[in-house]
């Protein structure tokens, strides 16, 4: 069965601090990765996707994603964090046409 | 507003009583699915429906959960005798149809929170 793990639950950055969270899957097939995001009250949304081409997905808010299929990972980075980055992160993964599983998430919090 | 829409937004109820939430997903999307969201998880995959065919039923969904679609459209999920452990977010998402469009991307309504006392 898939599975997602997010390696880090809790994150706490200063402001222009760079920021990477962890994403690893299990699956062995040709798999649809996915990061969304939750801010504070609001609902889930997408934040970027990859489906096949360059492994390096550039998604909104400077966020950018890196497919190392030798890896099974999809980790998320963005070179410098705001304190409006706060949210908590979910990486998501689905094989063509079946159902989305998520990771447990990451809670990222940006101190101004 | 064309986005996935769920409604109530909050319920409480008591333990034993039934509930039923439904969902509006966007109009075009095909695929409907039901998640469950409690606090410090991922999303858990409950159910997904293509049009009014249910595909696939968690082993989380016990038999007191019953979702249905039976126009292909709108989506209910009811709970029946309620326990306090049903306590959590109820999200729909829907999708598109997986051809043309690749990678099978869900679009999230934003939830209904239950409260089982």
């Known amino acids: 069965a898939q599975s997602v793990s997010q390696h880090n639950h809790h994150v706490i950055l200063s402001e222009a601090a760079s920021l990477e969270l962890g994403c690893n899957y299990s699956?062995?097939?040709?798999?649809?990765l996915f990061w969304y995001v939750q801010y504070p009250g609001q609902h889930l949304q997408l934040l970027l996707k990859?489906?096949?081409?360059?492994?390096l997905v550039k998604g909104i808010k400077g966020f950018e994603a890196e497919f190392i299929k030798s890896k099974f990972s999809f980790n998320l980075r963005k070179p410098s964090v705001q304190w409006s980055d706060t949210a908590e992160y979910f990486c998501?993964?689905?094989?063509?046409?079946?159902?989305?599983?998520f990771g447990a998430g990451t809670r990222l919090f940006v101190k101004a | 507003d064309t986005g996935v829409s769920q409604n109530p937004r909050h319920k409480i109820t008591k333990r034993g009583q039934n509930v039923t939430f439904r969902c509006d997903p966007i109009?075009?999307?095909?695929?409907l699915y039901w998640y469950r969201q409690t606090l410090g998880q991922g999303p858990e995959f409950l159910t997904y429906?293509?049009?009014?065919?249910?595909?696939?039923k968690s082993r989380l969904l016990s038999d007191r959960f019953s979702a249905e679609r039976p126009k292909g459209s709108f989506s209910t999920l009811e709970i029946q005798r309620t326990e306090q452990g049903d306590s959590a977010m109820y999200l729909c998402a829907s999708s598109p149809a997986v051809r043309p469009q690749p990678g099978n991307t869900i679009y999230f309504g934003e939830g209904s929170w239950l409260t089982v006392v």
């Open positions: 429906f293509q049009n009014e065919a249910q595909l696939e």
């Open positions: 990859y489906f096949s081409g360059d492994p």
């Open positions: 998501a993964v689905n094989e063509e046409g079946f159902k989305t599983i």
């Open positions: 109009s075009e999307h095909n695929r």
């Open positions: 699956y062995g097939g040709t798999v649809n």
